[in-house]
């Protein structure tokens, strides 16, 4: 992970797991907790600890154990009955974090509460309230604030979330139209397909409280929202700001039109009336195609930039897929480096763009200002991005 870039590792702490029996709570063999968040630093990784006491996670009972959900009281809520137990989880916890935290020079940047709670803001200050008072701290403290999510104004980061595919829906309904738009950059924060979909009332972003993601699935790329979550150093991120760029030398490069697009495939949607991606069958015979010979003695790091238009682009050298794309009005980038060499060279590289059933509004997603363009497939201009640099300072 930390070979990837990951610098920071965020783990569910689940109470079921750890507290089967009540009274009798376990931080032995796999379930050591305070040596998890030891290895975190000693190999330079801080660590986010999602405390719960609801945790979903796929995990039983969201990770309440059996012996709370017998007793008389609602769990989720303010519940005297509820938050006692949780209280000595909460404690439990600090005991084994104790001297961990960022204050010590400790891995715990941020500390998650609750998962997936949508309309209790009071309920997620007792929350953060009962570990604070337990001794847990932390620069951050973060609540999930997808779906519409209400939180306590200025206490909780909210975290948002992205799915490139939605596991959870039935297996015929199709791909739903909102993960498609994981693929793009917007300013949409809210994955209204997260969890239990979109709910109205959302109060999660206030003056000093910015928003970033967790989690976003691979595949898709970040989403960026503007704003640092504060202007000055806090020690927990180091902040940077692009002062300016060169985007290098651009040289056209030669089109070969091999086969123009047929019509335009009809939309499949399931149950729920949601688009699925275009079948294989009509890259081959449907798309347009074309063909870009890639000549030698190009520097490392080339892009080969696309102006182009339709509703799906696929990239293949020979037989070979090595890069696709959904058109969102914007340029198309390919590095050149991920490449297979050879076989560039002698077969070079060709372009399927597919066009999109100009029907199909609203069940494949299109930027708003690139949906006119969407139904014609096309690539329009290429050119070689050579010497691409990046001049950044710290900030």
């Known amino acids: 992970m930390k070979a990837g870039g990951v610098t920071a590792v965020a783990s569910y702490l689940i109470w079921i797991h750890h507290e089967e029996i009540e009274g009798r709570v376990r931080f032995d063999g796999d379930h050591d907790l305070r040596r998890f968040a030891e290895l975190c630093a000693r190999h330079g990784l801080d660590f986010i600890p999602r405390i719960g006491p609801w945790s979903h996670a796929e995990v039983r009972n969201g990770g309440l154990p059996d012996w709370l959900l017998a007793r008389?009281?609602?769990?989720?809520?303010?519940?005297?009955?509820?938050?006692?137990?949780?209280?000595?989880?909460?404690?439990?916890?600090?005991?084994?974090?104790?001297?961990?935290?960022?204050?010590?020079?400790?891995?715990?940047?941020?500390?998650?509460?609750?998962?997936?709670?949508?309309?209790?803001?009071?309920?997620?200050?007792t929350l953060?309230?009962?570990?604070?008072?337990?001794?847990?701290?932390?620069?951050?403290?973060?609540?999930?604030?997808?779906?519409?999510?209400?939180?306590?104004?200025?206490?909780?980061?909210?975290?948002?979330?992205?799915?490139?595919?939605?596991?959870?829906?039935?297996?015929?309904?199709?791909?739903?139209?909102t993960c498609r738009k994981h693929f793009f950059f917007t300013r949409q924060r809210d994955d209204v397909w997260s969890s239990t979909g979109m709910r109205s009332g959302c109060t999660a972003r206030a003056p000093l409280c910015r928003s970033r993601c967790c989690p976003l699935r691979s595949g898709r790329r970040w989403w960026w929202t503007g704003q640092g979550v504060t202007e000055s150093a806090d020690r927990v991120f180091t902040r940077y700001a692009v002062a300016g760029g060169a985007e290098g030398v651009a040289t056209v490069v030669p089109l070969t039109l091999l086969c123009r697009a047929g019509p335009a495939p009809e939309t499949v949607t399931g149950v729920q009336g949601r688009a699925s991606a275009p079948a294989e069958k009509y890259f081959d015979s449907v798309a347009a195609e074309y063909r870009v010979d890639v000549p030698d003695g190009?520097?490392?790091?080339?892009?080969?930039?696309?102006?182009?238009?339709?509703?799906?682009?696929?990239?293949?050298?020979?037989?070979?897929?090595?890069?696709?794309?959904?058109?969102?009005?914007?340029?198309?980038?390919?590095?050149l480096d991920r490449l297979p060499v050879e076989a560039l060279r002698?077969?070079?590289?060709?372009?399927?763009?597919?066009?999109?059933?100009?029907?199909?509004?609203?069940?494949?997603?299109?930027?708003?200002?690139?949906?006119?363009?969407?139904?014609?497939?096309?690539?329009?201009?290429?050119?070689w991005i050579t010497g691409r640099v990046w001049r950044v300072r710290a900030g």
């Open 72 to 125: 008389d009281c609602v769990p989720r809520t303010d519940d005297p009955g509820y938050l006692e137990p949780v209280r000595a989880w909460f404690a439990a916890i600090a005991e084994q974090l104790c001297g961990l935290d960022r204050t010590h020079g400790g891995p715990v940047v941020a500390i998650q509460i609750e998962n997936e709670l949508y309309d209790q803001p009071g309920h997620l200050l």
């Open 128 to 177: 953060k309230r009962m570990p604070q008072e337990a001794g847990l701290s932390a620069p951050l403290w973060t609540a999930t604030a997808w779906g519409g999510v209400q939180l306590p104004p200025d206490e909780l980061l909210p975290l948002y979330g992205g799915y490139t595919e939605a596991f959870w829906t039935e297996a015929d309904g199709g791909w739903p139209d």
């Open 298 to 335: 190009l520097p490392a790091g080339t892009l080969l930039r696309l102006r182009w238009s339709g509703d799906v682009g696929r990239a293949y050298v020979g037989d070979m897929l090595v890069a696709d794309q959904f058109f969102s009005g914007r340029v198309w980038d390919i590095g």
């Open 346 to 383: 002698t077969e070079g590289l060709r372009l399927l763009p597919l066009p999109a059933d100009a029907d199909a509004d609203p069940a494949v997603y299109v930027p708003t200002e690139a949906k006119d363009g969407a139904t014609t497939a096309a690539v329009t201009h290429a050119e």
